[in-house]
């Protein structure tokens, strides 16, 4: 792919290395920005750039520059506070590899995207606003922000002793979150490959051995269920780009229910295209070729993903060449 050039953002992320070198080996030209100018993208990359917060009133400016300045034919967000307005790009002639909009909006909106779920009749866990209680749900059950990543606020109540403690000490409405159902069972993190013509091209699920915050241990592995389960979440939700599904296996049935979608990329896509079903170059060959172009085969089952953290090291004036060659774009 000469002379393609990618923009990804959230250059700081744990995937970013993995994703700048392999986008690399593949012929595209990779820039990468974040806000934090020691991002490890940011040195990486063919070139990085800092830029403002997602909520900064010169953020969209600052990526339509870059977009411009550098001829970006495809934009990459992995931030989530980024989504809704990159979404924006897809009609100033940015591609952003991002779901539908509307999708975007959806997931954002952890309370929302139950209750779509139940309109569609798609198995969901027991959801309610805090502010409502948890009704005739059982103890334990999850505290968590309608909208926010990762771990962040997020809480196994055990009892209703414990959501009196957790009602206490909050500082946000109550209204702003909400207590789901707590799935006993096995937790995976899905891929699942769909693009503007609504097919679903790939579903790898990858069962979570180890988390902390973002997945530290996963191996791929087929489910039958869970390919099933996510390909209804395309058909009736019509996502219309990539997105990643955390759910569990309920521990008596092996029916999986999700808790989350993430409408981008997830931290896990590593294991995903090196397993075999490269969501991102397939993806990107397809809307620059057309869509008979790359097709997806086969993945491999059993594969492990082992993450850790590696160290680099400059020379001070080579260190600094390479600091030079990030610009601030705030």
């Keep these: 792919m000469v002379n393609v050039s990618l923009l990804l953002t959230g250059a700081g992320g ?19 920005a974040d806000m934090d100018p020691t991002a490890a ?19 969209l400016s600052s990526i339509r520059r870059i977009c411009s300045e550098e001829d970006v034919k495809i934009i990459i967000p992995l931030v989530d506070e980024e989504l809704l307005s990159v979404s924006d790009l897809e009609q ?8 539908r909009k509307q999708f975007i909006e959806l997931c954002l909106d952890k309370y929302n995207l139950i209750q779509s779920l139940k309109r569609v009749n798609i198995p969901f866990p027991e959801t309610h606003l805090a502010c409502d209680g948890p009704g005739e749900m059982q103890f334990p059950c999850i505290v968590k922000p309608r909208t926010g990543r990762g771990s962040r606020e997020v809480e196994i109540l055990q009892s209703e002793k414990s959501l009196e403690i957790w009602r206490k000490k909050i500082q946000n409405p109550q209204e702003n979150y909400i207590l789901q159902q707590y799935i006993a069972g096995t937790e995976y993190t899905v891929s699942v490959v769909a693009w503007r013509d609504g097919s679903v091209q790939a579903v790898v699920p990858k069962k979570i051995l180890s988390k902390r915050g973002v997945t530290k241990l996963a191996v791929t592995q087929h489910n039958q269920e869970i390919e099933s389960y996510c390909t209804q979440i395309q058909k009736k939700l019509h996502a219309d780009g990539p997105f990643n599904v955390q759910l569990r296996c309920e521990a008596n049935s092996g029916n999986p229910l999700l808790f989350e979608i993430n409408p981008r990329y997830s931290t896990t896509t590593s294991l995903t295209i090196q397993a075999g079903a490269d969501e991102i170059h397939g993806l990107i060959v397809q809307i620059l070729k057309g869509s008979h172009s790359y097709s997806f085969g086969t993945w491999k089952e059993g594969l492990v993903l082992f993450r850790q953290t590696t160290d680099s090291f400059f020379h001070e004036s080579e260190f600094s060449d390479k600091r030079r060659n990030i610009r601030e774009m705030l």
């Excluded at 990359?45 to 909520?55: E, M, R, S, W, Y």
């Design 14 to 32: 744990v995937v970013l290395p993995f994703l700048i070198q392999h986008l690399k080996e593949k012929g595209y030209r990779v820039l990468a």
């Design 41 to 59: 993208g940011l040195f990486i990359a063919d070139k990085g750039f800092v830029i403002p917060k997602a909520d900064d009133k010169n953020f």
């Design 92 to 99: 100033e002639g940015v591609l952003p590899l991002l779901p």
